[in-house]
């Protein structure tokens, strides 16, 4: 059976941009940034950006362009019958759990979006902290809109990768980058919005530990959706001509574009009002709606549009990611099973979704919902972002720089001789020994060895 790919190398950026750029860009990387001292954050997490998520992604392309297949099956073919398809089921697990809590968010963003077309996010800041707390505690809303935001994503899925993954990304990713503009700008021209700019731009390092440049390697890990085999199976829909290394440059440059703009979008608004940059899921869901609120109260009907803009622009963003993850399992089922596209996105969709309900539930109506001390929504976010992530990442990079055959590694790399060929030693360099190093690094931080 041939197997469909994207259409246009615009298709492959942009989808692959999508995965990127998502709740971790416009609420993760701000409230990072905040805690660990603005700009001398963002200068690290760009190092990190270079010396990990570059590498990384051609690694992960590499795998999957090569073996044209999903990924268990890509790391299987590529590695003679030892047991590395373990990398690839691994990845599917991580997705597919991720994709069970990412989705609760990315509920809470479409109530949001309701809620602010409704006009129900007025009010004093007492009232817009209930708000949240009686609308995620809920039994029954959070729960419906987790399944419903899952389902929109199978809908995407289902239809293929032309016609679903890439005509959504062209569609969405552009219209993201315009409200993102709209929002940045409007964030900036209010009164005092340049303190917010500074803290961005201005680096101050005294405020850097030694916990900041691990804490930048994760963010820049979760953000690229690195470890997770996720872009391993894009890849696999890659044309033999695509330039990998060009490709990998063009989406990291796109996602940390966002995340800045991100930053710059949220921190004018923040102080113009002289709120902290508050962390978690308070500061999209709390702290936001009453700046909107406070910062255009001379022009209400301003505040109104900016933050259903805000609440769009939450959901596109989270939709193209929750593609990504949705399509490694279904690309999988399909393949491995031998069962149709959409038969098996609907499995994916069950076992997301029920997930889905789980971790809901356990953030609201279910508080007794735990594992290990934690509620299962947090657990699932510590597991994948704390341990498999990381895992999956390592498992990439010694794989491609140890195992694989030299020569399909350079052939892939410069298409045949033909492009990349300056940079190959100082990538094969990077992914046999400072990449796998980095990532241990994390791993132990995380761990809380080191
Ligand atoms: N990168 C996305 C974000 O920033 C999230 C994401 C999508 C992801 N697919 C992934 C994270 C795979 C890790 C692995 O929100």
Redesign the pocket.
Known sequence: MKRSGFGSTLGIVLATAG???????VWRFPYMAGENGGAAFVVIYMGCILLLGVPGMVSEFIVGRHAQANAPRAYDKLSGGRPWRLVGYLGIF??TV?LGFYAVVAGWCLQYLFASMAGQLNGDAAYVKDYFATFSSSSVKPVVLGVVFILITHLVVARGIRKGIEQTSKLLMPVLFVLLLLLVVASCLLPGAMRGVEFLLRPDFSEVTSGTFLDALGQAF???????A?LCTYASYFSKTTNLVKSSVQIVLIDTLVAVLSGLMIFPAAFSVGVQPDSGPSLIFITLPNVFQQAFAAMPAVGYVVSIMFYVLLVFAALT?TI??HEIGTAFFTEELHMSRSRSAWLVTAVASLLCVICALSVGAMPDLQLMGLSVMDFCDLLTANAL?PVGGLMACLFVGWFVPRQVVADEFTNQGTVNRRFYRAYLFAVRYVCPLLILAIFLHQLGVL
């Open positions: 995965s990127a750029v998502g709740l971790g860009n991580t997705s991720i979760f953000s690229v959706s690195l470890g997770a996720v990611s990504s993850m992530l």
